[in-house]
């Protein structure tokens, strides 16, 4: 899965959109969505997500295809989403999806960055197949709107090469997190927690396909990326030791692979691994 800046940087909340749609509307609407996401960036869920639902019903008052509407559904997903409400985050994202596609079109950035939030939540859910649906729909919009050197578009592809990893079709897999890893690096340069994240998606790709030689250098990349962006006792790198320390085991390489498991170990016994 992708970072919690990955997903951060995805978030649409569409919120300047519509406001440039509703000057002069009801003051009070734009009251409470400025207070719900407020509360939301300071993580009170709870208060957020009470003024996010006073900000629908009165965004309700002007048609309930309004795109004021869909917006507010689309924020009030997130918060959902951060509640850990997969359910009820899936629901308002859909009904914001309607929304919007209606009111922007079906390529437009919001209808773009409800595709991801939509994508996420289904991955939440355990429903792949039903994800790489709106991961598609979400690619095709930032390849469009954005480039294809977009970081947006990047990180589409790390995620869906993510999901194919977890569907263990690795060849479908590889190209994605490749071109991910590549866009990052140009982007970002070579210390990038995201890079750090696509290189450790693409080493386990290799690793699974028997391409160690491969697998070995994108593993030890990932290792320095993560050491240096996110710590020496970082959970990160925790993980990207332990699997390259698996496949050196498989390579023979025991002194190495026991060097690594170690270091893992030990930060382990801070972090340890979430189930």
Not at 232 to 247: C, F, K, N, R, V
Request: aromatic share 6%.
């Amino acid at each position: 899965m992708l970072s919690t800046r990955a997903l951060r940087l995805f978030a649409g909340i569409c919120f300047a959109s519509s406001l440039a749609f509703s000057q002069g509307a009801d003051s009070a609407w734009q009251d409470l969505v400025m207070q719900g996401l407020n509360a939301a960036s300071e993580n009170d869920i709870p208060k957020a997500e009470h003024l996010l639902i006073k900000a629908f019903h009165e965004a309700e008052h002007f048609g309930a295809n309004d795109v004021r509407v869909g917006t507010t559904q689309n924020s009030l997903g997130l918060v959902y989403k951060s509640a850990k409400k997969y359910h009820e985050a899936e629901t308002a994202f859909r009904k914001a999806l309607g929304i919007l596609e209606t009111a922007y079109g079906p390529e437009s950035i919001d209808v773009g960055n409800v595709n991801f939030n939509i994508a996420s939540v289904l991955l939440e859910l355990g429903k792949s197949e039903q994800a790489l649906i709106f991961l598609r729909n979400c690619k095709t919009v930032y390849e469009r709107q954005l480039g294809g050197e977009s970081l947006k578009t990047a990180a589409v592809m790390c995620m869906t090469g993510d999901v194919y990893r977890g569907m263990k079709n690795y060849k479908e897999a590889e190209p994605l997190l490749k071109r991910c890893s590549q866009i990052r690096e140009a982007s970002g340069g070579m210390l990038s927690a995201d890079l750090g994240e696509a290189m450790h998606s693409l080493a386990i790709v290799y690793q699974m396909q028997g391409k160690y030689g491969l697998a070995d250098p994108a593993f030890k990349l990932a290792e320095r990326i993560r050491e240096k962006t996110q710590g020496i006792m970082s959970a990160p790198l925790a993980d990207t030791l332990e699997a390259h320390g698996t496949m050196l085991k498989q390579m023979g390489r025991d002194p190495e692979a026991e060097r690594d498991l170690k270091l893992a170990a030990v930060i382990r016994k801070r972090f340890p691994k979430v189930k």
